[in-house]
């Protein structure tokens, strides 16, 4: 699997946006990359995945750049309850993520 | 809908003690099934994988085994647990039709004592 490369953590405003990077700069043409979230204890909450073209949905956005080396996740207008670990991952043929790394420990305060 | 059932969600057990968590799937026929260690302060490891019955991929070695014998369900099991074995356990399965991905369980706290 391609690694991924993600801040340890961020902290964001209640209201703003909040962007997550990863770098996967050695990411494959047919590997996607997803974005899960994990609230303390809980399993993973899938977010959002992408291959080339940035995409949209009703919890956030995804940028992917033109070289697909890195992504952003964007949350539009961060709430308390979007605390939480994200990760950022690239799932190929195989199907599946070894391993999920550390995440972005991401604390929106008030 | 799709869903996956894990349990239990807690567990103490002491050293040397056996171990069996189990994972059901609902919705869905053929998921590839996962299994997902947490260590305290660390992110999620892959452990075992199954793309069909009887079908186990084993990624980290260690004292723990996983089992599928039906369709739907996936089982993690060890015959002597070790202090080390402590952590947040996942289960996940993911559908071959669509494009990949996980849905996960909501995992199982286990505490060696």
């Known amino acids: 699997d391609a690694k991924t490369t993600q801040p340890p953590s961020m902290d964001c405003a209640e209201g703003r946006a909040a962007n997550l990077p990863c770098n996967h700069s050695?990411?494959?043409?047919?590997?996607?990359v997803y974005w899960y979230r994990q609230i303390h204890s809980q399993g993973p909450q899938y977010i959002i995945h992408?291959?080339?073209n940035n995409e949209t949905n009703e919890m956030a956005s995804l940028i992917i750049t033109e070289d697909r080396k890195s992504s952003t996740l964007i949350l539009p207008h961060a709430t308390l309850r979007d605390t939480a670990v994200y990760y950022c991952?690239?799932?190929?043929?195989?199907?599946?993520?070894?391993?999920f790394g550390k995440g972005t420990s991401l604390l929106v305060t008030p | 809908s799709q869903t996956i059932h894990q349990w239990p969600a807690t567990l103490v057990q002491p050293v040397g003690s056996p171990l069996s968590l189990e994972c059901t799937v609902e919705g869905t026929s053929n998921p590839n099934l996962y299994w997902y260690r947490q260590a305290a302060g660390r992110g999620l490891q892959l452990l075992f994988y199954?793309?069909?019955?009887?079908?186990i991929s084993s990624e980290v070695p260690q004292n723990l085994s996983a089992s599928r014998p039906q369709d739907r369900q996936f089982i993690l099991s060890s015959k002597k647990l070790l202090l080390s074995d402590s952590g947040f356990y996942l289960c996940?399965?993911?559908?071959?039709?669509?494009?990949?991905?996980?849905?996960f369980g909501s995992g199982t706290r286990l505490t060696v004592v």
């Open positions: 992408g291959l080339k």
């Open positions: 991952i690239v799932i190929g043929d195989s199907g599946y993520a070894l391993n």
């Open positions: 199954s793309v069909g019955i009887g079908q």
């Open positions: 050695t990411i494959s043409g047919n590997e996607y």
């Open positions: 996940a399965f993911g559908v071959r039709l669509f494009n990949y991905g996980y849905t």
